[in-house]
């Protein structure tokens, strides 16, 4: 008898932890960057799946993005007048980004190493402790708080859109606010991130039928070592 309660014990804890790791809901995140220009982004999410869409000051270009955070496929979705859909491998774009530096002053790792400050502050019911660290160009202030929402995994993908700037870090909570200067121009850029968790339909992550659909995650595989990928990247992805 004292087995098989601790049995379901184990059983009630192990679904307990699950939860916790999962996260449904709606994340929007504020960037302003160095020009004073906002640019909004909101994001759905419902366990891996994450669809992102720019409300204001976004890329034209698209509609909206459907990622799957376990498979790392990114699905771009085009504006409407175009009708279609590309497939990458999400860190193979981000990387090739990178590499090849593609779009300036986006990096996967912008080269910042934080250091934990005795300030700390609540917004939104979540405790958040403050971090600052700089490089030999910027400066920055990252404010770190739990959650289960996936923050950390999107900013790549985010600053890639031009929807969050070099503040990053290897933190095993979430970042839900940053502020970076510019030890040159002496500007700022500013990220705010808020959380709200509620009901997410699966729809909102289902690609359009009528959209045509290329898989360039292929391509790129298939054309690694070609000398024009870089041109197709750069014609047909835009970033």
């Known amino acids: 008898m004292t087995k098989c ?26 960037y302003t960057n160095e020009k004073s220009t906002t640019v909004l982004c909101e994001i759905k999410i419902k366990g891996n799946d994450a669809y992102v869409k720019q409300n204001e000051n976004g890329n034209p270009k698209y509609d909206r993005f459907v990622i799957n955070l376990q498979s790392r496929e990114l699905f771009t979705i085009s504006a409407r007048d175009k009708k ?10 981000l990387s090739y980004y990178d590499r090849n530096t593609l779009k300036e002053g986006f990096a996967l ?3 910042f190493s934080f250091k934990i400050s005795d300030k700390a502050k609540a917004d939104g ?87 045509l659909l290329k898989d360039f995650s292929k391509l ?12 197709i990247i750069q014609t047909f992805a835009e970033f």
């Open 5 to 30: 309660f601790s049995f379901l014990l184990l059983i009630l804890f192990s679904f307990s932890l699950l939860a916790q790791t999962s996260f449904e809901g709606t994340l929007n995140v504020f």
């Open 84 to 93: 279609v859909i590309i497939k990458y491998h999400l860190d193979s774009l």
């Open 109 to 111: 790792n912008p080269g």
């Open 125 to 211: 019911g979540i405790s958040m402790a403050k971090y600052t660290g700089e490089t030999d160009l910027r400066k920055a202030t990252v404010w770190v708080g739990e959650s289960t929402a996936p923050v950390n995994a999107l900013i790549p993908f985010l600053r890639l859109l031009g929807n969050w700037n070099e503040a990053d870090g290897s933190f095993k909570n979430q970042i839900l606010e940053t502020e970076v200067n510019n030890k040159v121009n002496k500007k700022e850029s500013k990220v705010k991130v808020s959380i709200t968790k509620e009901p997410v339909a699966k729809e909102m992550f289902v690609l359009p039928k009528t959209y």
């Open 220 to 231: 790129m595989n298939e054309e690694r070592n070609s000398k024009n990928l870089k041109t």
